[in-house]
């Protein structure tokens, strides 16, 4: 399409999909590194803590087989080696991070739910923190009929919450916590030490969703990733038409 020719590395399924769904935009695809690639797509976020491309691959390798001027695209791309090429970044993009956030929390909420014995109406939950993820998650389950609290440190934030119809607690002194079933947090700073979750309710499902884990407990749920793992479907879709609309704004 208009001269477009893409390469995809590493090997993740989301990955697979976007690639499945720009070959139905009419976008043509290369099975291998190539002089007239004019975008390389990577999966997202892109790297490995070692600096590999997710799913396999080394950047500098890949690279080397692609023209100077060819534009990298994935998620939190910063990279020596791609020092000095064109880049976009999905996870800097406003609109694919809102987006991915719903998904997180759809996700997350499906994780919970294979855990429960019971049903999500009038079940009590706490979400810790009101950013991205515990707007999506606070609205998600509350159409489900949910009895939702969201803590929030923010006086600010609180007084918003209240007037959606919310309970709230503050972060930084919670209460109650015997009462809830379910316990989500987004928070990436120790909100829940260990003495703190004596007091839950022995059932009490407890998923982190933080990079750096906010409750300190031996049967947290670590849910990381949950898009890729549990809607890479819905994953691709969303990488391939950030990056026909970001194609589309840089024309």
């Known amino acids: 399409m208009n001269g477009i020719r893409i390469y995809c590395a590493g090997n993740t ?3 697979a999909f976007a690639r499945q769904n720009l070959i139905r935009q009419g976008f043509e695809i290369t099975p291998q590194p190539a002089p007239d690639v004019t ?8 790297f490995e803590a070692d600096g ?3 799913g396999g691959g080394i950047p500098a390798h890949i690279l080397a087989d692609l023209p ?8 939190n791309i910063r990279s020596l080696s791609l020092h000095g090429y064109s ?12 987006a991915n956030a719903a998904i997180t929390a759809d996700c997350a909420i499906r994780v919970a739910r294979e855990r429960m014995n019971g049903v999500w109406c009038k079940c009590p939950v706490l979400i810790i923190g009101w950013g991205r993820i515990g707007k999506c998650l ?3 389950l509350k ?3 949910a009895d939702v609290t969201v803590a929030a440190r923010k006086e600010a934030d609180l007084s918003i919450l209240r007037a959606l119809g ?3 607690e503050n972060s930084l002194n919670l209460n109650g916590l015997s009462r809830y079933r379910v316990i989500f947090n987004t928070v990436p700073s120790v909100v829940l030490t260990k003495e703190r979750c004596k007091e839950c309710d022995p059932e009490c499902i407890k998923i982190e969703l933080a990079s750096k884990p906010g409750i300190e407990d031996s049967n947290v749920i670590s849910a990381l990733g949950l898009p890729a793992k549990y809607a890479p479907e819905t994953s691709g879709k969303l990488i391939a038409d950030t990056f026909v609309r970001l194609l589309q704004e840089r024309s």
């Open 13 to 15: 399924p989301a990955l």
């Open 39 to 46: 975008h390389l797509l990577l999966p997202v976020p892109s």
């Open 52 to 54: 590999r491309i997710r």
């Open 68 to 75: 100077e001027k060819v534009t990298v695209v994935g998620g």
């Open 87 to 98: 880049t976009m970044d999905l996870l800097q993009d406003a609109q694919y991070v809102a």
């Open 138 to 140: 606070a609205d998600q």
């Open 143 to 145: 159409a489900l009929g």
């Open 166 to 168: 919310y309970w709230t």
